[in-house]
C-alpha cells in the first residue's frame, strides 16, 4: 500500500496522534484497523464538539447623524407628495473607512498598552440600501446610495460637533492584533460585516481582527423640503476565531419542503383529514373586580387592587 511506504516520503514525517498505525507496516504488532480513522471513520454522535468560533473580545457602539438632502435626486422614480410617502427603511451594506487616504481613517498601536489598539474614524462613506414606503406599507422604490459621515472639516455643511464630530477615537481591547492591508504596505484596517456580494470584493463574510457593523435610521422626514435626518449606529469588535469545546445536542434534521396543494378539489379531504373546529375567541372582561374586604381588627392586603369600572390599565 502506498500509505505505508514511508521511503517514498522525503523529510520527517508525522501522523495524527488519533490516526493510528497501519496495520500492513508492522507484521509484529497486532494493531486493530477499526482504531485507524483514516481507515474506519467513526460513526455516532460524540458527547463534546471541538469548534472554531468567532468569539467577540471587545465591543463598544457610537450613534452619529446627519441630515440628507435633495431625496428627490435619490430616488428618482418617487413622487413624494403624489405618492404619500410615510417612511423611509435603511439598512447599512457598506463603509469605506479610507484607510488609504491620508486624511482618512487610522489605527494605531499604543506604545504602553500593547493590548489594545486606538481606532480614529473620520471622512467614512456610508452606503445604504433603503426602501421608500407608502402609507399603505408598500414599497414605492429601492435605490442605493452614499453619503459621508465624520467630515474631516469643520467647514463641512453638515459638520456638528455633537451629533457629526470631525473624527471620533476610541481605544479596543485586541490582544491578538488586527488585520493588516498588504498592498504596498502593511496597514491595520477595520473589515466590514456588510451584505455586498462580490467576490473577493465583498463584505458578508466574517474575518478576524477588527470588524465593524453597523444600523441606520430616519429619525427625522421631512416632505416639505424633501431632506432627512439619517441617525447611524456603529458597532466596534474586535474578534478572534478560538477553538472551544461545547455539548453535543444531537444532529439537527431540516424539515422537508411541503408542497403547497392549491387544486380546489382537495380541500375538503384536508378539512375532513385535519383538526376539529372548535370556539376559541377570548370573551371580553366585563366586570369590575371587587373590593378586599377590610375586617375590623386588621386590614387584608390584596396583591392585586380592584381598580375603577372603565380605568384603562397601562
Avoid: W
Avoid at 28 to 57: H, R, S, Y
Amino acid at each position: 500500500m502506498a500509505c505505508c511506504n514511508n521511503n517514498q516520503v522525503r523529510g520527517r514525517f508525522f501522523q495524527r496522534p488519533t490516526a493510528g498505525e497501519c496495520p500492513v507496516c508492522k507484521p509484529d504488532e497486532i494493531i486493530n484497523p477499526a482504531e485507524d480513522a483514516c481507515v474506519c471513520p467513526p460513526l455516532g454522535e460524540p458527547k463534546l464538539l471541538t469548534v472554531a468560533a468567532p468569539v467577540v473580545f471587545d465591543e463598544c457602539g457610537i450613534n452619529l447623524c446627519r441630515v440628507v438632502d435633495n431625496l428627490d435626486k435619490i430616488f428618482c422614480n418617487v413622487d413624494f407628495e403624489r405618492d404619500d410617502v410615510q417612511g423611509i427603511e435603511l439598512k447599512v451594506i457598506d463603509i469605506d473607512f479610507n484607510f488609504c487616504n491620508d486624511d482618512g481613517s487610522n489605527v494605531e498601536t499604543l506604545v504602553r498598552r500593547p493590548n489594545c489598539v486606538r481606532v480614529t474614524l473620520t471622512e467614512i462613506d456610508v452606503t445604504f440600501a433603503a426602501k421608500v414606503i407608502d402609507r399603505n406599507c408598500r414599497v414605492i422604490d429601492e435605490e442605493c446610495f452614499t453619503i459621508r459621515y465624520l467630515p474631516g472639516n469643520e467647514e463641512d455643511p453638515y459638520f456638528d460637533n455633537d451629533a457629526n464630530p470631525v473624527s471620533i477615537s476610541v481605544d479596543i481591547y485586541a490582544p491578538y492584533g488586527v488585520s493588516y492591508n498588504l498592498n504596498g504596505d502593511c496597514t491595520p484596517v477595520i473589515s466590514f460585516l456588510g451584505f455586498v456580494e462580490n467576490g473577493s470584493e465583498g463584505n458578508n463574510a466574517l474575518r478576524q481582527g477588527l470588524v465593524a457593523q453597523a444600523l441606520a435610521k430616519v429619525v427625522n422626514l421631512d416632505i416639505d423640503s424633501l431632506s432627512a435626518a439619517i441617525g447611524l449606529t456603529i458597532y466596534l469588535k474586535s474578534i478572534y476565531f478560538v477553538q472551544y469545546k461545547i455539548p453535543h445536542k444531537g444532529l439537527c434534521v431540516p424539515p422537508k419542503c411541503i408542497p403547497v396543494d392549491i387544486e380546489a378539489e382537495n380541500a375538503c379531504l384536508d378539512f375532513v383529514e385535519g383538526d376539529l373546529l372548535e370556539q376559541s375567541i377570548q370573551p371580553l372582561e366585563l366586570c369590575c373586580k371587587p373590593k378586599s374586604i377590610k375586617h375590623g381588627f386588621s386590614a387584608v392586603e390584596d396583591p392585586t387592587p380592584a381598580e375603577e369600572c372603565g380605568k384603562k390599565r397601562s
